[in-house]
């Protein structure tokens, strides 16, 4: 109970922060394209997000015995503060109107967006995967992953990282950083294709397709866990 309220004051805390932000850059309300931030801005937002993972990394492995006991635990302290993030986004902003409406979800290594329901879902399965692993661990019955059920949860992980920053792959390369990254001429291009787009269909099929494999995975293990 400790943790879950440790992860909820921390979704409270940067549903917060998002506030102040969406004042001084979004006073009308929070849409695409994206605002510009300043340079001293957006690397505190990468520092903050720094922050945040360590955070969650540190309470999960203060408080969980075992490698295993530690990965429930930091995936249910992900969630929690995940999801309580956009709970009081909606206490506080009556924001998002619904759960299609696409968001900023992280900034490292490049930004990464998408539908409100997608990181929801995603974290709807982490909790799924900490009941488990608490529950075998408690009956004693416990067995690692193996290496095929972590190659189906890594890489399912990585699917889904790719529809959450595809959008921005895309305008980086098309505005020629990757060829040129010290180029002034390409940042400038990359500014103005990000300054006008806004997103307009996600990738379902392929997130889909991640979170199903991830799930296949985990209930895998499980039915093995259940046979030993």
Known sequence: ????????????????????????????????????????????????????????????????????????????NFAVWDIFYYVFLKVLLDWPATLLDWDILFLIPITWIGPVLAPVLCSLVMLGMTALILRFEDAGKLLPFSRMEWSGILGGSVIIFATFIRDYALLISASGL?????????????????????????????????????????????RRVGKA
């Open 1 to 76: 109970m400790a943790l879950v309220l440790f992860s909820t004051a921390m979704g409270l805390l940067e549903a917060i922060v998002v506030v102040y932000l969406r004042r001084l850059y979004y006073p009308e309300g929070f849409t695409f394209p994206l605002a510009t931030m300043s340079t001293d801005i957006y690397l505190t937002e990468l520092l903050r997000e720094v922050a945040t993972i360590v955070m969650l990394v540190s309470i999960s492995a203060a408080v969980g015995r075992s490698y295993y006991e530690r990965l429930a635990y930091f995936l249910m």
């Open 178 to 222: 990757l060829s040129t990254p010290k180029s002034q001429q390409a940042l400038a291009v990359f500014q103005q294709f990000s300054a006008a787009y806004i997103p307009q269909t996600y990738a379902w099929g392929w997130f889909s397709l991640g979170l199903g494999v991830i799930v296949f995975s985990v209930l895998h293990w499980s």
